[in-house]
């Protein structure tokens, strides 16, 4: 059954239909004194306040009802039991295992009952174990100036933005390069910038067959060849072996690569939920060990909640359900992700591969079309930049699209008077969507009534960080879980990959033999005349 065939589903399109036209949130707030306490709410170390969107009790009374006629706590248990959940590919999707402690942390109880779940958790302690001590070998080799980290998608998104996240943590002396577009300009740069003898290259693929990453990965083996020409060919065997790191499901792959240190994961990992696995090694080279092990934590106790807490006040589930709702009865296209924090400026590219390449779906689990919209698109800048761009349009133009601030508390070693500047920033933008400017001469006017999400964070620490990471990673999870979608697969990016390379093999013939005229026309004027 779809999810518009809920008994729910309809009862919220009812309440849709009778939100009279001048309901308002900021009439809500007039009307109901608790709305402030009844829509905040604090998960580990993420405090939220939902009272600046446009829903009321009712309403989100609604939404848990369709969380529950959808399974969602089945589902839940479900990923937390290692089913195969990811039916089209066939595997389980257990991010969460990557960040569980040895004895089973905060879901200790809830797991012993699942032998299964242990060989996994110790193959996971192990290699995390190697990992770590990788990390702060390199971090200990002072010869280390730079490393380079090549890889795309969940393969480069999560650890660039930890490594920003965390810049106030990461070591000095040493610089830290992330390429990942086949543009050869990136790599091309980096290359220009770094000492052979200094530099240590990360190759990073759960699949190690993803074309841009090997064509990358080749050319930076290339370029160290040269450089190093004057090496016998065993020193410079001995060279690429130091210089060289492969992080991996294909550990075959990666040997016949000619790289000797892989750190391996596992099939169950998804690409966008990879950060946590081996995938981290720059973050944990970045941070160090324990920081890395503080920002597993924080995702630990974030995944904690999700399992314990009772859906009305679980974080994950409420705004998974207020997505739904702007989705799905509002009409919202976009959400746009406002962080107050330089060091969250790439979250917005981190989330839009989170969201969309997870929720981005039109058929269901059982390949039935879903009739209702899924994932909305993710968008943003980092504040204040944002308001001084797009923001104009949030106040004033004519589409309505939910902001999600994101502010510290604490700005850790920001100026004071910059981080004043910053949150009172930020608060200041929430309190204009919402109450609108009335006063003034037509173009003046702001309609207020926008909803807006405050997420709050007491600084922006290893621990907060992985926490943030496992609140948007199980967000998607349950809104994935009201559709009916499988979030973990991605076909839809296969078939690109299919036809660039069907490209490259027709340039190489010379065959149109059935390509539109536009595509002909197009490799013509750009590969070949
Ligand atoms: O483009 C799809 C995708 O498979 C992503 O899901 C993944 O994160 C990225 O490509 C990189 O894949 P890999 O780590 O296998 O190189």
């Given at each position: 059954?779809?999810?518009?065939?809920?008994?729910?589903?309809?009862?919220l399109?009812?309440?849709?239909s009778?939100?009279?036209?001048?309901?308002?949130?900021?009439?809500?707030?007039?009307?109901d004194?608790?709305?402030?306490?009844?829509?905040?709410?604090?998960?580990?170390?993420?405090?939220?306040?939902?009272?600046?969107?446009?829903?009321d009790?009712?309403?989100?009374?609604t939404?848990?009802?369709?969380?529950?006629?959808?399974?969602?706590?089945?589902?839940?248990?479900?990923?937390?039991?290692?089913e195969?959940?990811?039916?089209?590919?066939h595997?389980?999707?257990?991010h969460?295992?990557?960040?569980?402690?040895?004895?089973g942390g905060?879901?200790?109880?809830?797991?012993?009952?699942?032998?299964?779940?242990?060989?996994?958790?110790?193959?996971?302690?192990?290699?995390?174990?190697?990992?770590?001590?990788?990390?702060?070998?390199?971090?200990?080799?002072?010869?280390?100036?730079?490393?380079?980290?090549?890889?795309?998608?969940?393969?480069?998104?999560?650890?660039?933005?930890?490594?920003?996240?965390?810049?106030?943590?990461?070591?000095?002396?040493?610089?830290?390069?992330?390429?990942?577009n086949?543009?050869?300009?990136?790599?091309?740069?980096?290359?220009?910038?770094?000492?052979?003898?200094?530099?240590?290259?990360?190759?990073?693929?759960k699949?190690?067959?993803t074309?841009?990453?090997?064509?990358?990965?080749?050319?930076?083996?290339?370029?160290f060849?040269?450089?190093?020409a004057?090496l016998s060919?065993?020193?410079?065997?001995?060279?690429?072996?130091?210089?060289?790191v492969?992080?991996?499901?294909?550990?075959?792959?990666?040997?016949?690569?000619g790289?000797?240190?892989?750190?391996p994961?596992?099939?169950?990992v998804?690409?966008?939920?990879?950060?946590?696995?081996?995938?981290?090694?720059?973050?944990?080279?970045?941070?160090?060990?324990?920081?890395?092990?503080?920002?597993?934590?924080?995702?630990?106790?974030?995944?904690?909640?999700?399992?314990?807490?009772?859906?009305?006040?679980?974080l994950p589930?409420?705004?998974?359900?207020?997505?739904?709702?702007?989705?799905?009865?509002?009409?919202?296209?976009?959400?746009?992700?406002?962080?107050y924090?330089?060091?969250?400026?790439?979250?917005?590219?981190y989330?839009?591969?989170?969201?969309?390449?997870?929720?981005?779906?039109?058929?269901?689990?059982?390949?039935?079309?879903?009739?209702v919209?899924?994932?909305?698109?993710?968008?943003?800048?980092?504040?204040?930049?944002?308001?001084?761009?797009?923001?104009?349009?949030?106040?004033?133009?004519?589409?309505?699209v939910?902001?999600?601030?994101?502010?510290?508390?604490?700005?850790?070693?920001?100026?004071?008077?910059?981080?004043?500047?910053?949150?009172?920033?930020?608060?200041?933008?929430?309190?204009?969507?919402?109450?609108?400017?009335?006063?003034?001469?037509?173009?003046?006017?702001?309609?207020?009534?926008?909803?807006?999400t405050?997420?709050?964070?007491?600084?922006?620490?290893?621990?907060?960080?992985?926490?943030?990471?496992?609140?948007?990673?199980?967000?998607?999870?349950?809104?994935?879980v009201i559709?009916?979608?499988?979030?973990?697969?991605?076909?839809?990016?296969?078939?690109g990959?299919?036809?660039?390379?069907?490209?490259?093999?027709?340039?190489?013939?010379?065959?149109?033999?059935?390509?539109?005229?536009?595509?002909?026309?197009?490799?013509?004027q750009?590969?070949?005349?």
């Amino acid at each position: 059954m779809g999810c518009d065939q809920t008994s729910a589903w309809q009862s919220l399109a009812l309440l849709r239909s009778q939100q009279t036209q001048d309901w308002d949130i900021r009439g809500a707030f007039a009307s109901d004194a608790r709305r402030l306490t009844d829509f905040s709410l604090q998960a580990p170390h993420v405090f939220a306040d939902l009272s600046k969107n446009a829903w009321d009790a009712q309403v989100e009374a609604t939404l848990m009802a369709l969380a529950r006629e959808r399974r969602l706590e089945s589902w839940r248990t479900a990923l937390f039991g290692g089913e195969v959940i990811n039916t089209s590919e066939h595997r389980a999707a257990m991010h969460w295992l990557l960040r569980m402690p040895a004895d089973g942390g905060e879901l200790a109880a809830a797991l012993s009952g699942n032998t299964a779940l242990q060989q996994p958790l110790r193959d996971v302690h192990q290699t995390l174990d190697a990992m770590l001590a990788l990390a702060e070998r390199v971090r200990g080799d002072a010869l280390i100036t730079d490393v380079v980290n090549i890889g795309i998608g969940g393969s480069h998104l999560g650890p660039e933005v930890a490594v920003n996240a965390l810049e106030d943590w990461v070591t000095t002396g040493k610089r830290f390069h992330f390429v990942s577009n086949v543009d050869g300009h990136e790599l091309g740069h980096v290359l220009d910038k770094v000492d052979v003898r200094h530099t240590l290259f990360i190759v990073a693929s759960k699949s190690f067959t993803t074309a841009e990453t090997m064509l990358n990965a080749r050319s930076a083996r290339a370029w160290f060849m040269a450089q190093t020409a004057a090496l016998s060919a065993e020193e410079q065997a001995q060279a690429v072996a130091r210089h060289f790191v492969a992080l991996t499901t294909n550990t075959a792959a990666a040997a016949d690569f000619g790289i000797h240190t892989t750190l391996p994961f596992w099939d169950w990992v998804g690409g966008r939920y990879s950060q946590w696995s081996a995938i981290g090694l720059p973050v944990a080279i970045a941070v160090g060990a324990e920081r890395f092990r503080e920002m597993l934590a924080g995702a630990h106790a974030m995944d904690a909640h999700f399992v314990q807490a009772p859906l009305e006040q679980n974080l994950p589930v409420r705004l998974a359900l207020l997505d739904v709702w702007y989705r799905n009865f509002m009409g919202y296209g976009s959400r746009c992700m406002a962080a107050y924090s330089h060091g969250l400026r790439r979250l917005p590219a981190y989330l839009q591969q989170l969201e969309m390449e997870s929720n981005g779906k039109s058929v269901d689990r059982d390949g039935r079309p879903v009739r209702v919209q899924t994932s909305a698109v993710v968008w943003g800048e980092p504040g204040t930049n944002g308001q001084h761009a797009f923001f104009q349009m949030l106040h004033q133009g004519q589409d309505v699209v939910p902001v999600e601030f994101i502010a510290l508390r604490d700005g850790g070693k920001h100026l004071g008077a910059h981080h004043r500047s910053l949150v009172v920033n930020a608060v200041a933008q929430a309190q204009a969507l919402l109450m609108g400017r009335h006063d003034g001469r037509p173009e003046q006017h702001c309609p207020g009534n926008r909803p807006s999400t405050f997420l709050l964070l007491e600084r922006l620490d290893p621990a907060s960080f992985g926490a943030l990471v496992a609140l948007y990673e199980h967000r998607v999870f349950c809104s994935g879980v009201i559709w009916g979608i499988n979030s973990f697969d991605q076909w839809g990016v296969e078939l690109g990959k299919l036809l660039a390379k069907d490209l490259q093999d027709r340039i190489a013939r010379k065959d149109w033999q059935g390509v539109d005229a536009s595509t002909t026309a197009l490799v013509r004027q750009l590969l070949l005349d």
